[in-house]
T-cell receptor
Framework: DAGVIQSPRHEVTEMGQEVTLRCKPI?????LFWYRQTMMRGLELLIY????????DSGMPEDRFSAKMPNASFSTLKIQPSEPRDSAVYFC???????????????FGEGSWLTVV | DAKTTQPTSMDCAEGRAANLPCNHS???????VYWYRQIHSQGPQYIIH???NNETNEMASLIITEDRKSSTLILPHATLRDTAVYYC????????????FGAGTRLAVHP
């Protein structure tokens, strides 16, 4: 079973350019998350979706960041315009609402390594 | 969500048990304890979770104190590949997915 798939794995771009990160969640999962990881701030939750609807975007740093989920198998995180301080690893993750009384677990992709110069 | 406190770093000899502690003194009755780990350059990986009973799976064991204010993740026979940052997270269970990661414990397994 394929895990969470992210692309690109690595991207180097110039300041001011638009960056689009892509994610394909695990089939059947109804939650999708975008996290950002930096040395200074650690792993931060940016936004998450449930059934393709954004539920909590309070972690999105500013208006330059936007995320969409047009269908259950695809999501994008866009940065426009990009700045050097956006350099980080961006992780996509997915999960599903379990019917058992046990807790939920989240499955992460391998990340998109973004460098803005 | 309850906050957690973990040591910044720990060392363990290969083949020995690694015991990683976590304090979560403000945990509420419906909150679970989750453990994830992140090996360098990879995405975080789920290890185990529990509510109040001790849990064991193929990766690790989770011991939760009776008052649920602390827990210990046990890797019974640590290998070099277990070198990673280990995150202890508290969050609600069914129907809830918003896991907030702290700084974690950096475990170094040495020969």
């Amino acid at each position: 079973d394929a895990g969470v798939i992210q692309s690109p794995r690595h991207e180097v771009t110039e300041m001011g350019q638009e960056v689009t990160l892509r994610c394909k969640p695990i089939s059947g999962h109804d939650y999708l998350f975008w996290y950002r990881q930096t040395m200074m701030r650690g792993l931060e939750l940016l936004i998450y979706f449930n059934n393709n609807v954004p539920i909590d975007d309070s972690g999105m740093p500013e208006d330059r960041f936007s995320a969409k989920m047009p269908n259950a198998s695809f999501s994008t995180l866009k940065i426009q315009p990009s700045e050097p301080r956006d350099s980080a690893v961006y992780f996509c993750a997915s999960s599903y609402t379990q019917t058992l009384s046990s807790g939920n677990t989240i499955y992460f992709g391998e990340g998109s390594w973004l460098t803005v110069v | 969500d309850a906050k957690t406190t973990q040591p910044t770093s720990m060392d363990c000899a290969e083949g020995r048990a690694a015991n990683l502690p976590c304090n979560h003194s403000t945990i509420s009755g419906n909150e679970y304890v989750y453990w994830y780990r992140q090996i360098h350059s990879q995405g975080p990986q789920y290890i185990i979770h529990g509510l109040k009973n001790n849990e064991t799976n193929e990766m690790a064991s989770l011991i939760i104190t009776e008052d649920r204010k602390s827990s210990t993740l046990i890797l019974p026979h640590a290998t070099l590949r277990d070198t990673a940052v280990y995150y202890c997270i508290v969050g609600r269970g069914r129907g809830y997915n918003k896991l907030i990661f702290g700084a974690g414990t950096r475990l170094a397994v040495h020969p």
